[in-house]
């Protein structure tokens, strides 16, 4: 296998593991999201953030998977196509595990808004300390 193919795999990788874990964790959080608007669906505005949060992975695999197509395409020895694989696997790693992570977590906290949503504002705060690994991912693999 070539230097290219070896990059073009990590920017698909990268893409197909981010995809998978926000499809799951979206499937977490609109599943809690209908059961509790089920209930009361005057709480939509008050859950659809965390509803939404497990999607930006798959978007942040996607925004890195666009930006090294260029590099892949330019890449002119193995070692140099390893980087490339390196730099979205990280992402393509992390993104697919806090996509999971974070939809979990964002279904406890709308599930706990159907019980009580006067504390609504502060339950963005847990799942999105998950968010946090993953932009930090998508700047390494920026930046590499």
Do not use: H, R
Request: hydrophobic fraction near 55%; aromatic fraction near 10%.
């Amino acid at each position: 296998m070539d230097g290219k193919a070896i990059a073009i795999l990590g920017i698909a990788l990268c893409m197909i593991l981010c995809g998978a874990g926000s499809a799951f964790g979206l499937y977490k959080t609109g599943s809690a999201a209908a059961g509790v608007m089920s209930e009361d669906n005057k709480k939509f505005s008050k859950i659809i953030v965390l509803a939404l949060l497990p999607a930006t992975q798959g978007i942040y695999g996607f925004v890195l998977g666009v930006m090294k197509i260029s590099a892949a395409t330019a890449v002119e020895s193995v070692a140099a196509g390893w980087g490339v694989f390196g730099a979205t696997m990280a992402l393509g790693i992390t993104g697919m595990f806090s996509a999971v992570l974070q939809g979990i977590t964002a279904s406890a906290c709308i599930y706990a808004i159907g019980k009580n949503s006067a504390g609504s504002g502060q339950y963005v705060l847990f799942p999105a300390m998950i968010e946090f690994y993953a932009i930090l991912a998508l700047v390494l693999g920026i930046m590499i």
